[in-house]
C-alpha cells in the first residue's frame, strides 16, 4: 500500500526540478555537464535588497506578519500594479505568500470544487496541471502550435469552456516558450471570456520585465476592465529581480477571492519570511534601473542562442517575445539515431542522449504538455550559450 494520498498519486514531481537535479548527480560524478534546465535568472539579487534585509534583521523585524503578508508590502504592492500597470487596487486586494507558486496553488485549493475545470494552453508551466489536480480540479489543456506563435487563439478558447470552467490560467511571457501576449490579443480573448461569467481569469505576470524588440507588456485587467472582477494578476519578485530563492510572489484580484485566499494562507504556511517582504519592498520600492540593462543582456542571449540553433540540423527555433527560454522543435531528429546509436523515439529521447552524448541538460516538451519540442533556459552567460549551443549542433550533426 502506498503511503501517498489519492489526491498526492495523481501527480508527478517537476520533471524540470528533475532534470536539474540529474545534470547535478552527473557534475557530481565528475562529467563535463552545462545545465540549460533551471528557470531562475544567473545574476545576482542587487545590493539595495540584500541591504534592507539585513537592516531588517538588525531592527529586529524577525516575528510573524500578518498570515497574507505585511501591510507595507502591500502598500508597495498597490503601488507596483498602479505604477506599471496601471491597476487600481486597495490593500486589502492583496495577497502575499512564500513565492509565486503558492499565491496559484492558494487560489486553486480556495476555489475548486471537485471536478471544476481549469483550462490550461499547452504547452504550459510544469506546475500548473499539477497543481490544479491537488486542489481537486480538472485540467482542461488547449494545444497551441508553433505557427500561431504558441499563443491560444479565441476559437480554442471558446471551444474549451464548459459549464463547469472555473478558471483560465494564462501566462504572458511564457514558460516555456517566452511567447507573449499583445493588448490586442488580450482584448481578443478578453471578449471571449465576457461571454461566460463563471469563468475566472488567473494571469501569471512572472515575467513581465523580460521581453525584448520593444514589446510592450499588457496583463488582462488592465485590458479588459470588464473582467477586473473575475481577475487575478499573480506575479513576484522571483525573476524580475533575481529572488528566486528569497521565496515572495503576490497578486491582486477581488476580495472576496484575496479573502478566501487568506483564509487559506492562514492555516498552512502562514506568513512569508518577514525578511525576505522587507526585502521585496525594496525590490519594489527601490530603484528599478537595473531591470532594462538585464533585459538587454537577456535579449543578446536570446538572440545568440535562437540563431545558433537554427543552424543545427533537425531543430528549428522560433523567436520568443520575452522571458528566458526558447523552445525548439525537434521533430527533424525524431525517428532518426543518436550517435550512440539509440533511436529518437520522441523528444525524451532526444534530451536524455543529448545529456548523455554531449553533457547538455535542457527538459522535454512532453514535460510542458507539447512535443516534440525541448526548453532552452538562456540564463546563463555568454561563453557557456556559445558552448552549449555549439555541443547541441555537433549532436545533431551527428545525429542519423
Ligand atoms: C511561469 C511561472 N510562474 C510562476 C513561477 C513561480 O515563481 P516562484 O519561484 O516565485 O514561486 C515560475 C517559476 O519558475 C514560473 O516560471
Redesign the pocket.
Known amino acids: 500500500m502506498s503511503i501517498e494520498s489519492p489526491a498526492l498519486r495523481r501527480i508527478q514531481p517537476s520533471q524540470t526540478i528533475a532534470v536539474s537535479a540529474k545534470a547535478r548527480e552527473l557534475k557530481r560524478q565528475g562529467r563535463d555537464v552545462i545545465s540549460l534546465g533551471a528557470?531562475?535568472p544567473d545574476f545576482d539579487t542587487p545590493d539595495n535588497i540584500k541591504e534592507a534585509a539585513i537592516k531588517a534583521i538588525r531592527d529586529g523585524k524577525t516575528k510573524y506578519t500578518d498570515p497574507d503578508g505585511m501591510i507595507e508590502l502591500k502598500e508597495a504592492v498597490v503601488g507596483k500594479f498602479k505604477r506599471e500597470n496601471g491597476l487600481d487596487y486597495k490593500t486589502s486586494q492583496i495577497h502575499i505568500a512564500p513565492?509565486?507558486?503558492?499565491v496559484?496553488y492558494n487560489a486553486l485549493v480556495a476555489t475548486l470544487a471537485p471536478g471544476d475545470e481549469v483550462v490550461i494552453p499547452a504547452p504550459y508551466?510544469v506546475?500548473y496541471p499539477d497543481m490544479v489536480l491537488l486542489a481537486g480540479g480538472e485540467p482542461r489543456f488547449v494545444e497551441t502550435t508553433a505557427a500561431d506563435g504558441f499563443k491560444l487563439k479565441p476559437e480554442a478558447l471558446e471551444a474549451a469552456i464548459t459549464p463547469k470552467t472555473k478558471w483560465l490560467i494564462l501566462?504572458s511571457p511564457?514558460?516555456p516558450t517566452g511567447a507573449a501576449y499583445s493588448a490586442a490579443e488580450l482584448a481578443a480573448l478578453g471578449a471571449v471570456l465576457k461571454r461566460h461569467p463563471q469563468v475566472w481569469i488567473l494571469t501569471?505576470d512572472?515575467?513581465e520585465h523580460l521581453l525584448y524588440d520593444g514589446f510592450e507588456f499588457a496583463t488582462m485587467a488592465q485590458v479588459n476592465p470588464e473582467l477586473y472582477d473575475r481577475t487575478l494578476t499573480m506575479n513576484?519578485v522571483?525573476?524580475a529581480y533575481a529572488m528566486?530563492g528569497w521565496?515572495?510572489?503576490y497578486a491582486g484580484g477581488p476580495e472576496p477571492l484575496i479573502k478566501a485566499m487568506g483564509k487559506m494562507i492562514s492555516q498552512t504556511t502562514s506568513n512569508a519570511c518577514s525578511i525576505a517582504q522587507w526585502a521585496a519592498v525594496e525590490a519594489l520600492n527601490g530603484t528599478q534601473g537595473f531591470i532594462p540593462e538585464r533585459a538587454q543582456a537577456f535579449e543578446k542571449r536570446r538572440d545568440l542562442v535562437v540563431s545558433m540553433l537554427n543552424q543545427a540540423k533537425g531543430l528549428h527555433c522560433p523567436k520568443p517575445e520575452g522571458a528566458f527560454y526558447v523552445y525548439p522543435s525537434c521533430e527533424g531528429l525524431i525517428g532518426k539515431r543518436a550517435p550512440s546509436g539509440k533511436v529518437l523515439e520522441n523528444d525524451e529521447a532526444v534530451v536524455t542522449e543529448l545529456l548523455e552524448g554531449e553533457g547538455v541538460a535542457v527538459v522535454h516538451g512532453a514535460a510542458f504538455g507539447l512535443s516534440p519540442f525541448f526548453r532552452i533556459s538562456y540564463a546563463t552567460s555568454t561563453e557557456v550559450l556559445e558552448d552549449a549551443c555549439a555541443r547541441i549542433q555537433r549532436f545533431c550533426a551527428a545525429v542519423d
Open positions: 528557470g531562475e513565492g509565486g507558486k503558492p496559484i508551466w506546475s501566462n511564457s514558460n501569471d512572472m515575467y513576484g522571483s525573476k528566486t521565496r515572495i510572489g
